[in-house]
Nanobody, 124 residues
Framework: QVQLVESGGGSVQTGGSLRLSCAAS????????WGWFRQAPGQEREGVAV????????KYTDSVKGRFTISRDSAKNTVYLQMNSLKPEDTGMYYC?????????????????WGQGTQVTVSS
């Protein structure tokens, strides 16, 4: 049974940086994409960044392009989200998830396995 554990969240001021980690325990061979999602209070969960298992395919939501970077360390079975130039609108619970299909998607409903999340708060 694969489990995902996110870490690295916290509270920062506008313009600050955080690096989120998502470590997977167990065999993830059947999964093809890793994704980072976020959910602000009262809002729907949205896709932030997605990376293929071999890191060949990467996609970001428009609001984070140029500020966030997703990366994958296969040896550690871990995915990272480097977040720079953070804004108050980046505040939310950040979740890591895995997708088993071979098509790239950023829709939360297309992902099969989820972590518990890590909170990110950006103050102005």
């Amino acid at each position: 049974q694969v489990q995902l554990v996110e870490s690295g969240g916290g509270s920062v001021q506008t313009g600050g940086s955080l690096r989120l980690s998502c470590a997977a325990s167990g065999h993830t061979y059947s999964y093809t994409f890793w994704g980072w999602f976020r959910q602000a209070p009262g809002q729907e969960r949205e896709g932030v960044a997605v990376i293929s298992d071999g890191s060949a395919a990467i996609k970001y939501t428009d609001s984070v392009k140029g500020r966030f970077t997703i990366s994958r360390d296969s040896a550690k079975n871990t995915v990272y989200l480097q977040m720079n130039s953070l804004k108050p609108e980046d505040t939310g619970m950040y979740y890591c998830a895995l997708r088993s299909s071979y098509t790239l998607s950023m829709r939360p409903t297309d992902f099969d396995l989820w972590g518990q999340g890590t909170q990110v708060t950006v103050s102005s």
